[in-house]
């Protein structure tokens, strides 16, 4: 098992002004001062090593939650979440990156953030060069690149040595076709030699094409999971209002309770 998620919620507080957030500061034996508002419900997945699973559900359905859950970004309020393995993750465009530094100084940076040594990095610098192809850009500051040459370096640092999970968060979106095509070649390598693969996307044709099955988040619960085309038909369909909103979602190609848990914490 490379992921287990059991039960887990987050939840965020939610203060109705600043005053409010500075008197439960000031008085914390006196009555809350704020209420929760419930991103994740009670999410319940498991993910066996080598399997790429796609991520899919409209702004706002927790997507990005769930993946800084799984990254250890932040903390689940409820529930537990099980990893096996070495992560490498993509979530948000130069992020970990000093804009300040150069391209080289971001990858040496990045690399100890991985767990990397400085002598691995060493090692791994012409193939990160190569792979992300921004030529002498490398020794320019970061705050000068556009967001496809932020792309091309952070997923030429991610993937540099291959993670045992690998979580993407639409950031391939913005690099160009041929830069996409040369990344998903790397993964479709990695996952042949047992790479986990966690992929959130807007194209459902990505999903499907590079992904063994799909989870449909519809506010902050699982609508469905199942297979890619599957999962990615039944988001299309309710996206563009072709099935009934209100109907039963699925898990597994069966039907999910559609009870539901308080959404503020007892």
Not at 15 to 34: A, F, M, T
Not at 101 to 116: A, D, E, I, K, P
Not at 216 to 230: Q, S, V
């Amino acid at each position: 098992m490379s992921i287990k998620v059991q039960h887990v919620g987050k939840a965020y507080k939610y203060y109705p002004s600043k005053w409010n957030r500075v008197i439960e500061k000031l008085l914390p034996g006196d009555k809350p001062r704020h209420s929760k508002k419930w991103v994740l419900k009670d999410i319940n997945f498991s993910i066996e090593p080598g399997e790429a699973v796609g991520i899919v559900g409209v702004n706002g359905a927790g997507k990005s939650t769930l993946l800084k859950l799984l990254t250890g970004t932040t903390q689940p309020t409820k529930g537990s979440i099980e990893i096996q393995g070495r992560v490498a993750a993509l979530l948000e465009l130069g992020m970990g990156f000093h804009p300040d530094f150069t391209g080289r100084q971001n990858v040496y940076m990045s690399g100890l953030m991985m767990g990397l040594s400085r002598e691995e990095i060493e090692r791994l610098m012409p193939e990160i060069e190569a792979f992300a192809d921004i030529g002498d850009y490398i020794e320019e500051p970061v705050r000068i690149y556009s967001s496809g040459m932020q792309m091309r370096l952070a997923f030429a640092v991610a993937t540099a040595s291959r993670p045992d999970i690998l979580i993407v968060d639409e950031a391939l979106s913005v690099g160009d076709s041929r830069f996409q095509a040369k990344c998903y070649a790397r993964i479709a390598d990695f996952k042949k030699q047992g790479t986990t693969l966690l992929l959130v996307s807007h194209s459902a044709g990505d999903i499907v094409k590079h992904c063994d099955r799909a989870i449909f988040l519809k506010n902050g619960d699982i609508c469905m999971d199942g297979t890619a085309r599957d999962v990615t038909n039944r988001y299309l369909d309710e996206l563009f209002g072709k099935t009934d909103k209100n109907s039963t979602p699925k898990r597994n190609g069966n039907l999910v309770s559609q009870r539901r848990k308080p959404d503020v914490a007892r």
